[in-house]
């Protein structure tokens, strides 16, 4: 089996070879070939056509043969002494009903909103818990969640003082997403003073942020955020260059709406600002994006390619779509790096439990904050116990319940599916369920390879990060 994937720019006819990495511009008498060779319907004539990539190690037959992540005999160590980061559930009360969030009752096996929150005993065994295993690594980063953390900011103070005074000689780093209702003076000098990586979440200009971030009395929350934004800016000027806007564009919104917001409001024009999509992992309903929202999309991608060629202004490229050319250039940097290893995994799950740990009020560990906490199978430990490895190491090997489907995949080596896309909301990790975003998977990387082609026929020079 010959895996590969044929695709046109209007500069170019391309051949991405899975088995070298490798991303060929051909021609139009060798791209139809290729096409046959994709469907594996090609003829001797085909082959003979391509000849000239053959004898250079293209379009070969798969060398692939198992599937395990090259990770998994190092996790056991990674675990007990390569942490650098853990995320601590300080509450699960929050003031905002936000009508697309993970907690609104809308996602299968996913808790709901309540008034629970982590002890200062807790706090202080998740802090000696990623302190005991993170001996091996140099920074770490402490991350505060909720519901709304901010409602409880006397226990992450106290969290602070525990970890200054119990490990004075780490370098600790602290960061806090917020919706941004409760910045007061004390909690702004308190955020300033330990250098606290701030996170406000907003959606936009007014009428959109409150069609979705609402308190629950109903009444919008948009004049309270901007107003707390407004006062660190002019009242801590040197810490507000520091904080940074995520909003999340929710289906039917008018993105490009958004986008102009982001440019053009005075208090946040010269701040990072990123954007999500809401989270379709899980959802009871189906999540669907309409025409607008990939037209304004792609539109806003295509500016960020061509200032980055010279052709537009930088400062009129949107600023939330910035991260298009940095995965551009990422994935250019991992082309043509060896072959495809006989023994690997697919592209997409992190190293959990390594990489962006969470803890919830009741001390269960889970990969991440963006999973479900009502799922057994996302549970990977308790800070009383200690991290369970096996369950760590089969989330690492997920792509196991897709062999045979990820062994044919031409998107194997950028494959951005993690274990959330596996879960069945019962407790077990499902095949199908991970399959039903396979395409949206793929879709990502064709746009990703078509934009690193299209600055390459335009003489982009990639900085090979």
Known sequence: MVVIKTFSTPGGMYVYDRGT????????????????????????????????????????????????????????????????????????????????????????????????????????????????????????????????????????????????????????????????????????????????????????????????????????????????????????????????????????????????FFYADDVLADNSSQYNTINTYGAKENIIYDDLYTITYTYQVTKHLLAALGMYSKNKASKLFASSITLAERLYSRLSKGLLAEKTHPSGPCLPGIMRPFVDVDGRIFPCERVSEGSEAMQIGHVNTGFDIEKAVDMLNVGWLTKQECMACWNFSYCGLCVAACDGGDGQLRKEERLKHCHAAMVATLDTMMAVCLLSENGYEFTNI
């Open 21 to 260: 990495n490798a991303l060929l511009s051909v021609s139009a008498d060798e791209y139809i070939a290729c096409r046959k060779v994709e469907t594996g319907t090609a003829t001797d004539e085909d082959w003979q056509l391509l000849k000239r990539y053959t004898d250079q190690g293209y379009l070969k037959e798969s060398r692939l043969k198992e599937i395990i992540h090259p990770a998994t005999e190092y996790m056991p160590f990674q675990l007990e002494s390569g942490v650098n980061q853990l995320t601590l559930q300080i509450c699960t009360t929050c003031n905002l009903r936000c009508s697309y969030c993970t907690y609104s009752g809308n996602y299968v096996g996913q808790r709901t909103h309540g008034d629970r929150v982590m002890s200062f005993d807790m706090i202080k065994k998740c802090v000696d818990f990623i302190m005991q295993r993170s001996r091996n690594v140099d920074r770490i980063t402490l991350g505060f969640y909720g519901g709304e953390s901010l409602l409880e900011v006397d226990n992450i103070k106290a969290c602070i003082d525990y970890v200054k005074k119990a490990y004075c000689g780490r370098d600790i780093h602290y960061t806090i997403t917020t919706n941004g209702t409760c910045l007061d003076d004390d909690i702004i000098q308190f955020l300033e003073k330990n250098n606290i990586n701030l996170v406000v979440s907003i959606d936009g200009p007014k009428k959109l942020h409150d069609l979705h971030r609402v308190y629950a009395n109903g009444e919008g929350s948009f004049d309270d955020i901007m107003r707390n934004v407004s006062y660190i800016k002019s009242h801590y000027p040197e810490y507000y260059e520091k904080v940074s806007f995520m909003t999340v564009v929710a289906p039917g919104v008018d993105f490009s709406c958004v986008s102009d």
